[in-house]
């Protein structure tokens, strides 16, 4: 039996059998605060909102990619008609490494998720709106239990948009990964066609906890990740495997290398590897 089967297989007994037993107290493990970076509306004016997800302390929940074990956490942002919602953007996830050389990647205490939203440019002023995030997610400590929570917020359209929540977005955006963050001056990355790759990157400053965090797909699989920070210079080597008898539905695979700024704030390097000439296993 495969590694993998049996760490889906003890997942699957955490999550069904907790449940069974919190049944009657039910526990608010994750509680959401949907906010937004302007107090109004205005007319064509972009915005971002944000589902705040404090989670109870012991506990975390998973990023988009949860590791070796888990599920991701998932929100839908629900705008008024007429509106538009971008994609989800998640921070630098955590990295928790659990008993049998389980790896796993997600948050705890708190975390904002955040998207830019897109208002019509006829908004007739003084209207009430609705704005509300709906999320799933797998929160664990000893054990592990599924759960949902929404929020709502409602504001007015004006002819000025007014800030609000300032340093609370700031705070997050800045732990959202990039391209080409501040710190980076420069990066290569090569990748073989056996999937072996290197990630080099040259820092401004050099930063600490440096970390891999692969991105999601069902067909490729991440190991043997070393990492060496020399001076002002890391690099970062690994392998991808590309599963036998899965089908391959992306071009690029996302990764993100997170790293700690000079203030010890949580920060990312996007990059995207060409992943369609890896070679499948012949088998598992």
């Not at 948050?107 to 999320?135: C, K």
């Not at 949902?148 to 700031?170: I, V």
């Not at 899965?246 to 060409?274: F, K």
Request: aromatic fraction near 8%.
């Amino acid at each position: 039996m495969s590694v993998r089967l049996l760490i889906w297989i003890g997942l699957i007994a955490a999550v069904l059998v907790p449940q069974l037993g919190f049944a009657a107290s039910k526990p608010e493990l994750v509680k959401a605060q949907l906010l937004a970076d302007t107090s109004n509306v205005k007319s064509g004016t972009p915005f971002t909102i944000g589902v705040l997800l404090t989670i109870t302390p012991g506990w975390h929940i998973y990023w988009i990619n949860p590791g070796d074990s888990g599920l991701a956490t998932s929100v839908s942002f629900k705008v008024p008609k007429g509106f538009e919602a971008g994609p989800v953007r998640f921070p630098v996830p955590q990295r928790f490494d659990q008993p049998g050389n389980v790896v796993n990647f997600g948050y705890e205490e708190e975390v904002l998720l955040l998207a830019t939203v897109t208002p019509p440019a006829d908004l007739p002023v003084g209207q009430s709106l609705e704005f509300a995030a709906d999320v799933k997610f797998l929160c664990c400590n000893q054990v592990c239990i599924r759960g949902s929570t929404k929020s709502r917020l409602t504001f007015e359209t004006s002819h000025d948009a007014k800030p609000a929540n300032e340093q609370l977005f700031q705070r997050w955006e800045r732990q959202v990964p990039l391209p080409k963050p501040p710190e980076v001056i420069q990066s290569h990355l090569d990748l073989q066609s056996d999937g072996r790759g290197e990630i080099r990157v040259e820092w401004a400053k050099s930063p600490t906890n440096v970390q891999l965090f692969p991105g999601p797909s069902e067909a490729l699989m991440v190991s043997e990740v070393s990492i060496k920070t020399t001076g002002n210079a890391s690099t970062i080597r690994f392998v991808i495997h590309r599963l036998a008898g899965l089908e391959l539905r992306q071009s690029l695979y996302p990764m993100v290398v997170g790293y700690a700024d000079a203030e010890g704030l949580r920060r990312g390097l996007e990059m995207n590897m060409p992943v369609s000439a890896i070679t499948p296993a012949s088998h598992q």
